[in-house]
């Protein structure tokens, strides 16, 4: 018995070409996603070394000028507790 020939492939047949089309958009949405992953894990990482750069300074800041850093404590507690009460 003869076995049935594969048919070769047709390139106006709209189901091959939708099937090619989605198999183009998942390979293209994979590498997008990867480069966006690849960019976003860099950016927070340098944003967490700025943060981290910041706090050092402020603490520094304070230990030079307890004084000052009270009061700044001091009014923004109080116009925070002023906006709270409206």
Known sequence: MAQPQ???HD????????DR???ELSNLASTVQSL????FGSAAGAMQDQAAA?????EAA???NPTQAAAIAAG???LIGLILRR
């Open 76 to 78: 923004v507690g109080f």
């Open 6 to 8: 594969p048919m070769p």
């Open 21 to 23: 089309l989605k198999s």
């Open 62 to 64: 304070i230990r030079r």
């Open 11 to 18: 390139p106006t047949d709209p189901t091959a070409s939708i």
């Open 36 to 39: 966006a992953t690849d960019q």
């Open 54 to 58: 910041k706090v050092h300074e402020l």
